[in-house]
């Protein structure tokens, strides 16, 4: 890691320039008294509350609420469901006492890794009838999992996440909840992170523990790894049946419910560093930034100070009428150029300058995170404006990641050809191959090559599907997969 104020080049480490931007950018701290922990810092968690709000209002316009459950699950509902228990088991904390006192087996508490099991338990108190279908929860939560090696918002052990649990009277029901919260994440992503996805379903080897299959969307970042930055899973009946979660159909037929679950997690602040930011620092699009514009007043001696602090003010004003986040950076005993290195750094997407000769002129310098000069803007209609600037920033982000996944992605069809993608450097790019469908076949590729089968894609996501044979044994197969490293 380098110290502090510098940051170290995408290209020559990119793990490190990931901390160095986190560092710079004010976001987070390791919380080294705690394992595996950090601290979410005020610039990242204002980051976070703007991904929680717009979610949740797209959460609860397709008709979900809002509700909590307890952070400790009793051990025996883990185990109630097999599949799902040898899924965590490795990453579960076990709280063996309390009180003082040793806590007897029957009685130990898991701290919440995920919410299946306890939600399944209530599920089954509150659904009776098919009048109580489909019933549609979202929690907003912290888990718990206990990770072996960790990085600030991609894997720490305890993380901030949203879980949607929902119940159904049939699967086909059920499975449209699957799409239905798929494209919720996907277009989040894509309209507010300004981040291209690729939407598709996780291989057997890969899907949740204890779900009939999980759906996914996978981002592209910087260093060409792929992040799974969101999943929506079909659960079937498993965990009706293992908490005995019945209703009455409208012919009087007792029948376990159809189940889902779906969601993100803090990652997704990962997500957007990776995804756009720079060797200058932290780049966040606008629909995401908690400051999307900062004035910086500019002025040379203390009487022109008050003058120009008012017209910054002013404008600062006009700006938040339009709906737009501005500060302005009025601080005493910083100089303009340290000031606008901090706001780089913290990834704010426009600057505005005003010094004296600016309001005798009616116009004020602007520059946008990535734009190599600056450009004058009349200050009577920066206002009316800006929110046309921040949109096409948005747009340029958007267009320049999914340039870049583009430019980044081949069609492979040798092993030959995959070998020197893949090579010892531990590169990546986005590779559709062709792959024979076995878990054996998916296994011998990661252990030899550290690449990943990312998904199966969606229809329209990736090739359409046609007849080849796989990438590593020969065998036939009837569609490419996304193969990648990952985080």
Not at 249 to 270: A, C, F, M, N, P
Not at 326 to 351: I, T
Request: charged share 30%; aromatic share 10%; with cysteine.
């Amino acid at each position: 890691m380098a110290e502090t104020g510098k940051i170290t080049k995408q290209s020559e480490d990119f793990p490190a320039w990931y901390q160095d931007v986190i560092r710079e950018g004010d976001l987070a701290e390791v919380a080294k008294i705690v394992k595996g922990c950090m601290v979410i810092k005020p610039h990242g968690y204002a980051i976070w509350e703007k991904i929680q709000a717009d979610l949740d209002r797209r959460f609860k316009e397709t008709g979900h609420r809002n509700a909590y459950f307890p952070l400790l699950i009793p051990m025996s509902f883990i185990k109630k469901e097999a599949e799902h228990v040898e899924g965590f088991a490795p990453e579960i904390a076990v709280v063996t006492h309390a009180g003082g006192k040793p806590l007897p087996e029957d009685e130990q508490y898991c701290i919440r890794p995920t919410s299946e099991t306890i939600i399944g338990h209530f599920f089954a108190k509150w659904i009776s009838s098919y009048r109580d279908l489909p019933l549609l929860i979202n929690q907003w939560a912290n888990v718990m999992r206990w990770e072996l090696h960790t990085r600030m918002f991609l894997r720490t052990t305890e993380f901030l996440w949203q879980e949607g649990h929902t119940a159904h009277a049939t699967h086909e029901d059920a499975l449209a909840e699957v799409a239905r919260m798929l494209d919720v994440y996907g277009d989040f992503a894509q309209e507010m992170m300004a981040m291209p996805v690729i939407r598709g379903v996780k291989t057997d080897s890969e899907k949740f523990a204890g779900a009939l299959e999980t759906r996914c969307i996978e981002a592209m970042m910087r260093d060409g790894r792929a992040l799974q930055a969101g999943t929506s899973h079909d659960l079937g009946q498993n965990f009706g049946k293992a908490f005995d979660v019945k209703f009455q159909t409208e012919k009087g037929r007792e029948e376990y419910v159809w189940q889902t679950s779906w969601g993100v997690s803090t990652r997704l602040v990962g997500a957007l560093i990776m995804t756009h930011s720079d060797d200058s620092g932290l780049i966040l699009p606008p629909a995401l930034a908690p400051v999307q514009a900062v004035i910086v007043p500019i002025y040379k001696k203390e009487e022109e100070r008050a003058q120009v602090v008012e017209a910054a003010q002013k404008l600062a004003a006009d700006i938040r009428k339009k709906g737009i986040c501005v500060e302005v950076d009025d601080r005493d005993g910083k100089r303009p150029g340290d000031k606008y290195y901090e706001w780089e750094r913290k990834g704010v997407p426009v600057r505005i300058e005003i010094g004296p000769r600016d309001i005798a002129s009616g116009e004020a310098m602007t520059k946008l995170r990535l734009s190599d000069g600056k450009e004058k803007m009349r200050m009577d209609t920066l206002a009316a404006e800006l929110p046309g600037t921040l949109a096409g920033f948005q747009r340029f982000l958007y267009e320049r990641a999914w340039k870049f996944r583009e430019d980044n992605t081949v069609v492979l069809n040798t092993w030959d050809e995959f070998r020197e993608v893949f090579g010892e450097s531990g590169g990546s790019k986005f590779a559709w191959c062709h792959w024979d469908g076995t878990r054996e076949t998916e296994a011998l590729i990661k252990e030899e090559t550290k690449v990943t089968i990312r998904c199966i894609p969606l229809e329209g996501q990736g090739p359409a599907p046609e007849d080849g044979t796989c990438i590593r044994t020969g065998r036939p197969s009837r569609q490419r997969v996304l193969m990648a490293r990952s985080y």
